[in-house]
T-cell receptor, first 112, second 111 residues
Framework: EPEVTQTPSHQVTQMGQEVILRCVPI?????FYWYRQILGQKVEFLVS????????KSEIFDDQFSVERPDGSNFTLKIRSTKLEDSAMYFC??????????FGPGTRLTVL | EDQVTQSPEALRLQEGESSSLNCSYT??????LFWYRQDPGKGPEFLFT???AGEEKEKERLKATLTKKESFLHITAPKPEDSATYLC????????????FGTGTQLKVEL
């Protein structure tokens, strides 16, 4: 069964450094998403991406964040200058035409 | 403000002891209610989608129902492997394609 995959599973970085989180959505899916979950809190929407452009973003997704689909299979989230409060699990999700979003296993980002 | 509330926050059951988890929502126009299961340190795993009041979906020991204000996830004769956090999420009119999640119910099923 096709799955969303994410790399790395755990990323440790210093405050102020740039990080890139990578996702490979399910191959025939058209809509892509990033969510995050701070430890002990709810899953929060960051951004949605369709047809090579951002279709919606939350207040969390400020100028420090960017997304890209550099090729036909990868979908990336970049944080330019990480802050302590960016520490969280980051989940990529994808869907085809139907509503259901399928989530990846997540990347745990730790900012020191 | 659009909101999703889940209760209880945590639930401990004995194996075989059936129960229900609740998800209440106050959104302006529901476009879909989704149930996910999340194991520790993992991503949400899709269970069900419900669209209209009266709709029911079933899978093994789980059954999801929907009314105009809430959804229930019924767990019949649970087993220890059903232990997980169960998340409810909604799509609503004016909310685009994003999912708005509740805080989840942490279920522990003991032998």
């Amino acid at each position: 069964e096709p799955e969303v995959t994410q790399t790395p599973s755990h990323q440790v970085t210093q405050m102020g450094q740039e990080v890139i989180l990578r996702c490979v959505p399910i191959s025939n899916h058209l809509y892509f998403y990033w969510y995050r979950q701070i430890l002990g809190q709810k899953v929060e929407f960051l951004v949605s991406f369709y047809n090579n452009e951002i279709s919606e973003k939350s207040e969390i997704f400020d100028d420090q964040f960017s997304v890209e689909r550099p090729d036909g299979s990868n979908f990336t989230l970049k944080i330019r200058s990480t802050k302590l409060e960016d520490s969280a699990m980051y989940f990529c999700a994808s869907r085809r035409e139907a509503d259901t979003q399928y989530f990846g296993p997540g990347t745990r980002l730790t900012v020191l | 403000e659009d909101q999703v509330t889940q209760s209880p926050e945590a639930l401990r059951l004995q194996e075989g002891e059936s129960s229900s988890l609740n998800c209440s929502y106050t959104v302006s126009g529901l476009r879909g209610l989704f149930w996910y299961r999340q194991d520790p340190g993992k991503g949400p795993e899709f269970l069900f989608t419900l669209y209209s009041a009266g709709e029911e979906k079933e899978k093994e020991r789980l059954k999801a129902t929907l009314t105009k204000k809430e959804s229930f996830l019924h767990i019949t004769a649970p087993k220890p492997e059903d232990s997980a956090t169960y998340l409810c999420a909604v799509r609503f009119t004016g909310g685009g394609n994003k999912l708005t999640f509740g805080t989840g119910t942490q279920l522990k099923v003991e032998l």
